[in-house]
């Protein structure tokens, strides 16, 4: 990777970890044990750099089954009015110990957890990003779908720009 490729991996990186942070909502996507893949939503609680992403649940919830019988997870973002959409994929690992609950979890989890990190059934879920995707387009969701599906058309000649689209491996793969 020359020097060019470097700053644009870096600010890339910056850029997705400030979208992130502004949309704040992940759907977090995890394997139950029958094989199908759940998802739910989750407030990210912290982002520590170069690529972990914290989030907060109940030691005893189902997410956190999941994630023990199957590490592999994955975590969309999306923001529709900016034409914003994020993907990651990743290894999830479960947290317990006091001083990374307290680093980690915001008081905002109090929404979903009483008493937050003095509560004894708190975990934090720390997600090391092993993959991103980011898609980011100017003229909203609506407007890119139909161009996208019209290239099947076709009656259509006219020429279509797909979303800007970028890709990048935070980690190699094991």
């Avoid at 979208?19 to 995890?30: F, H, K, R, S, Y």
């Avoid at 989030?55 to 089954?65: C, G, H, K, P």
């Avoid at 009483?114 to 708190?122: G, R």
């Amino acid at each position: 990777m020359n020097k060019a490729q470097n700053v644009n991996a870096s600010n890339f990186i910056q850029t997705l970890w400030k979208d992130i942070w502004e949309i704040n909502v992940a759907m977090l996507v995890t394997q139950s044990n029958n094989g199908l893949l759940r998802s739910r939503p989750m407030m990210t609680q912290a982002i520590e750099e170069p690529n972990f992403i914290w989030f907060a649940d109940r030691v005893e919830s189902t997410l956190n089954t999941e994630i023990i019988q199957n590490t592999g997870v994955n975590l969309s973002y999306s923001d529709r009015s900016k034409g914003i959409y994020i993907s990651l994929s990743g290894k999830a690992q479960i947290v317990t110990d006091q001083e990374n609950l307290e680093q980690v979890v915001t008081k905002t989890a109090s929404q979903w957890i009483p008493d937050t990190v003095k509560d004894p059934h708190l975990s934090a879920i720390r997600v090391e990003v092993v993959t991103a995707e980011y898609w980011c387009t100017d003229k909203g969701l609506l407007h890119s779908l139909t161009d996208y599906l019209s290239v099947f058309s076709t009656s259509d000649t006219t020429t279509h720009e797909r979303p800007e689209h970028e890709r990048i491996q935070l980690q190699a793969l094991s």
